[in-house]
């Protein structure tokens, strides 16, 4: 049977998952991002939450509801029928603050999925890295005092003392003696897991903004949030582009901006480049995401880009996603050639419109909701 703190911690962690999901379009049309702690969770920052609670004091003291108040005296704290506020001098004070929990990665992906209803990834590539764990399924004599089974080593202890008759009921007193020690042990189990890269790939040219940039920003976080949860090894390579393009880290992914033309076809070369050297198919699970305002040099250009993506990129991949964020600047044509060429006959292309902040949701479900 549980303890009943074990239950209240559960229902208070429910809660909580249920109100960060009821908020969660509101918190990512933001821009806010839960921040990593370095141990595996995150901390994401939330309303209060109480817990409604009668409270009672002695009677006869006077206030709402007792005592002779008349009709217009001010409730303590409040103001009279004048409209004059109670005596009183500036607090020094801080003012209430939210409330930050912290919830594993699997959690945020669980309310990511629950909100989006995204179906669990089908993975293409074979199972290629291979991990050891560790399970503690066993007892042995033998170990470090780390992993000493202090009721099985007592039990032992207690059969020794009753079989030699050394045991007084009336003066329980049980001491263990090494060859009454008992050790947790363990098993490895070696186990291959499935492993998947993201390539991002975004247009850092004159017409994409910082505003465009923080829509990248934020649903690419998401989206390897999401991932991450699906895979076991996960890897994510970064393309950033004008005429040229180029690897960079991720600080020099979201903070470069260029002013140069677009050549998109420089991008998905780079894209092949990364993928021949580093990542086979039939064992890697390849994402590729490109983020752009739908400007293109020339039509020649995205001739080329559809063949990159017809020859090489797409067979490749799990999934192709485009994602067109909407700027003043960007005539959106790139998009267009590509829903012409692809539309809905492509399993593995994606197409999404990211008019601003309030659809990044949107768009992660309609990149994800396949479940490739």
């Not at 929990?101 to 291979?130: H, R, W």
């Not at 089974?149 to 049980?174: C, W």
């Amino acid at each position: 049977m549980d303890h009943p703190i074990k239950r209240d911690h559960a229902r208070f962690r429910k809660i909580v998952k249920g109100r960060i999901r009821d908020g969660l379009r509101k918190y990512v049309s933001k821009g806010e991002m839960p921040s990593p702690k370095g141990d595996g969770t995150f901390r994401i920052p939330m309303p209060s939450i109480e817990t409604p609670r009668f409270k009672f004091g002695e009677r006869q003291q006077g206030g709402m509801g007792q005592g002779d108040g008349q009709q217009g005296d001010p409730v303590e704290g409040g103001e009279g029928e004048d409209g004059q506020a109670g005596e009183g001098e500036a607090g020094d004070k801080e003012g209430s603050k939210e409330l930050e929990v912290d919830l594993t990665l699997d959690e945020l992906a669980s309310i990511l999925g629950e909100e989006l209803s995204l179906p669990n990834i089908e993975p293409k590539g074979k199972k290629s890295l291979e991990s050891t764990t560790n399970k503690y399924t066993s007892i042995g004599m033998n170990g470090p005092d780390s992993l000493k089974h202090f009721k099985r080593s007592y039990r032992e202890a207690l059969k020794r003392q009753m079989a030699t008759g050394t045991y007084d009921p009336k003066n329980p007193v049980i001491v263990p003696i090494k060859s009454d020690m008992r050790f947790r042990s363990s098993q490895q189990k070696v186990e291959f897991e499935n492993s998947a890269v993201v390539i991002y790939m975004m247009d850092v040219s004159g017409s994409m903004g910082d505003e465009q940039k923080e829509i990248v920003r934020t649903e690419s976080f998401w989206i390897n949030l999401w991932l991450k949860s699906q895979y076991k090894d996960i890897e994510i390579r970064y393309i950033i582009h004008d005429a040229t393009a180029k690897e960079v880290d991720e600080e020099t992914f979201f903070r470069t901006r260029e002013s140069g033309g677009t050549l998109i076809s420089s991008a998905l070369k780079l894209c092949k480049e990364i993928i021949d050297a580093d990542y086979n198919p039939n064992e890697w699970n390849i994402y590729p995401f490109h983020f752009s305002d739908g400007d293109n040099w020339s039509t020649d250009d995205t001739k080329l880009c559809l063949e990159l993506l017809d020859q090489h990129i797409i067979p490749a991949s799990n999934l192709f996603c485009y994602g067109q964020v909407e700027s003043r600047y960007g005539s959106g044509q790139f998009y267009k050639d590509l829903h012409a060429k692809y539309g809905e006959k492509n399993e593995r292309v994606t197409l999404s419109k990211i008019k601003n902040k309030d659809a990044i949701l949107d768009s992660i479900k309609e990149f994800l909701g396949k479940g490739k």
